[in-house]
């Protein structure tokens, strides 16, 4: 077989391996990247739509947020105001003794004790000894405390009689506590 005898024949056969690998590497090639076009493209899309979702919800969560700030300031008059624990102490033991002397009664000793911890708030004790004038200003006195915001607890009470004889005044020792924040 002579040269020319094998051109007519290679000749197709290469050109129909140029078409195959055009074919192979060209429209494959293309088909994967718009394979990849289209995944990115969803992908985009199902982030354009969360990012849609929140945007509607931005009304609510403003909303949201005005209620809790609201709350949260609704707590604060509940703990007992002060940026350290001594000063919490001393703002709770000046709200208990404003007490004890306007209804006629005087403090003989004041105490802080150990602050404790619970969660995110800390709870202040303190401890007094106070003489009142009669069964009358204790009941008011304890009400007083109790009933009043910032919450005050009354941890500890122990009453006693001063005089015997005469038994009007009461000596009152008393353990307290409350929340700061």
Do not use: W
């Not at 915001?149 to 009461?170: F, G, K, N």
């Amino acid at each position: 077989m002579s040269r020319r005898s094998i051109l007519p024949y290679a000749l197709p056969v290469a050109v129909f391996l140029l078409l195959l690998l055009v074919y192979q590497y060209g429209a494959r090639g293309l088909s994967a990247g718009g394979d990849s076009l289209r995944q990115e493209k969803e992908m985009k899309l199902r982030t354009l739509r969360k990012q849609m979702a929140l945007l509607a919800r931005e009304k609510l969560l403003e909303e949201e947020l005005g209620r809790l700030k609201i709350l949260e300031k609704a707590t604060r008059t509940r703990l007992l105001s002060g940026e350290t624990f001594s000063l919490a102490a001393a703002n709770l033991l000046k709200m208990v003794k404003e007490n004890i002397t306007s209804l006629g009664g005087r403090v003989t000793s004041e105490r802080v004790e150990k602050p404790e911890e619970k969660g995110p708030f800390t709870v202040v004790q303190v401890g007094i000894d106070a003489v009142v004038p009669d069964a009358k200003a204790l009941r008011d006195l304890l009400y007083s405390l109790e009933t009043r915001t910032p919450y005050i607890v009354i941890r500890s009470l122990d009453v006693r009689i001063a005089d015997y004889r005469a038994p009007r005044e009461l000596i009152v020792k008393m353990r307290l506590s409350g929340l700061m924040g």
